[in-house]
């Protein structure tokens, strides 16, 4: 069974930063697109951030320069690094995995960007 874990979020200051870890287990992780994803109160699901298998990441424009995915397959982990974080950025942030049709989420945690 896939399982997608994610960990480090929190209460975070406006102008905070935040590392977001998410571990898979029970499947070969590096042949994963890995994704964050957020959903914030009363809105939809959105992207945040992608890394593909071949390690090439990328962040929507909304989060771009704020925002950093990188994967350690070593350790089955991807992460997002998350700067200068807004009240805006307050969401659940969710990891995704997708091989071809094979698709996991993990069952998100909370980031709080407040004073």
């Known amino acids: 069974q896939v399982q997608l874990v994610e960990s480090g979020g929190g209460l975070v200051q406006p102008g905070g930063s935040l590392r977001l870890s998410c571990v898979a287990s029970g499947t070969v992780f590096s042949i994963y697109d890995m994704g964050w994803y957020r959903q914030a109160p009363g809105k939809q699901r959105e992207l945040v951030g992608t890394?593909?298998?071949?390690?090439?990441?990328t962040c929507v424009d909304s989060v771009k320069g704020r925002c950093t995915v990188t994967r350690d397959n070593a350790k089955s982990t991807v992460y997002l690094q998350m700067d200068s974080l807004k009240p805006e950025d307050t969401a659940v942030y969710y990891c995704?995995?997708?091989?071809?049709?094979?698709?996991?989420w993990g069952q998100g945690t909370q980031v709080t960007v407040s004073s």
């Open positions: 995704h995995s997708k091989y071809f049709r094979l698709e996991y």
């Open positions: 890394i593909t298998r071949a390690n090439v990441a």
